[in-house]
């Protein structure tokens, strides 16, 4: 079983910023693809920003040009800058990652519990 741990949530004053982490740990031989997902209270949940090894990063709309998605393979670990918040960026973000746990394992999609982002005056 892989678990994924997200950090780094809070409250924040519009146009500040934030750095969210997430750690993966257990059988993990490597990992295919990292994303980030955030649900707004009383909204669907929706892919924030997706990033592989291989190519470049892919945001929404909504959060291009002011956030940043990045991952250290070594650590296993990914994270969102968050830069220029605004009060619709209030969330409870989630870490969402493909891995293996063998090299001839296929890859298995797993979900964080999630971290509260708050952007207020």
């Known amino acids: 079983q892989v678990q994924l741990v997200e950090s780094g949530g809070g409250l924040v004053q519009p146009g500040g910023s934030l750095r969210l982490s997430c750690v993966a740990s257990?059988?993990?031989?490597?990992?295919?693809?990292m994303n980030w997902y955030r649900q707004a209270a009383g909204k669907q949940r929706e892919l924030v920003a997706t990033i592989t090894r291989g190519i470049n990063p892919i945001y929404a709309d909504s959060v291009k040009g002011r956030f940043t998605i990045s991952r250290d393979n070594a650590k296993n670990t990914g994270y969102l800058q968050m830069n220029s918040l605004k009060p619709e960026d209030t969330a409870v973000y989630y870490c969402?990652?493909?891995?293996?746990?063998?090299?001839?394992?296929?890859?298995?999609?797993?979900w964080g519990q999630g971290t509260q982002v708050t952007v207020s005056s």
């Open positions: 969402n990652a493909l891995t293996r746990a063998t090299m001839t394992s296929p890859y298995i999609n797993y």
């Open positions: 257990g059988s993990i031989f490597s990992i295919g693809a």
